[in-house]
């Protein structure tokens, strides 16, 4: 266990520092993350839109975009023009349009860009991200009128229980 009192003592002096605690969180577990795919997978058939339209739109509601070290918004450039942010698959960033735009020159065409915010990748998420994640879906279920069977909540509790279990040990 660190001893913070012997480290607070290591700092040098006239130097400024920043520390911050937070509770530790587990990541996702694979049983948590095979129900989120079935239902999405689910979800997208009686849509009838591409399942990474749906899972990027869920990261976009239910996550969060990434910050680099200094707190700054990460993202991508993109031209507009034939650049679908919502058809990013996986193992690709999930992409937000921010409201920044500009105009690159390409082979003296003027070209309009957008900068999109990198979102925070489900297979990145702890336990009680992705567990935002899936009761989002799970409301995004049950207000379109979709009947798609999902877990009862006492059930959800229980994957959440289990995920914890599997975790630790």
Request: a negative charge; zero cysteines; charged letters at 25%.
């Amino acid at each position: 266990m660190l001893d913070i009192g012997r480290l607070i003592l290591s700092l040098a002096d006239g130097e400024r520092y920043d520390l911050s605690i937070k509770k530790h969180r587990d990541p996702r577990s694979r049983t948590a993350n095979a129900y989120y795919h079935e239902l999405l997978t689910k979800y997208a058939e009686w849509a009838g839109v591409p399942k990474e339209f749906v899972h990027n739109s869920l990261l976009s509601s239910y996550g969060r975009a990434l910050l680099d070290a200094n707190g700054n918004f990460l993202f991508e450039s993109h031209a507009e023009e034939g650049f679908d942010y919502r058809m990013q698959g996986f193992g690709q960033n999930h992409l937000y349009p921010s409201q920044t735009t500009f105009y690159r020159t390409i082979r003296g065409k003027n070209v309009l860009y957008r900068d999109y915010y990198i979102l925070q990748s489900s297979a990145d998420m702890n336990t009680a991200e992705f567990s935002r994640l899936v009761d989002g879906l799970i409301q995004e279920i049950k207000g379109s009128g979709a009947e798609i069977e999902t877990m009862t909540p006492q059930e959800l509790e229980r994957l959440k229980g289990y995920e914890v279990q599997v975790n630790h040990y």
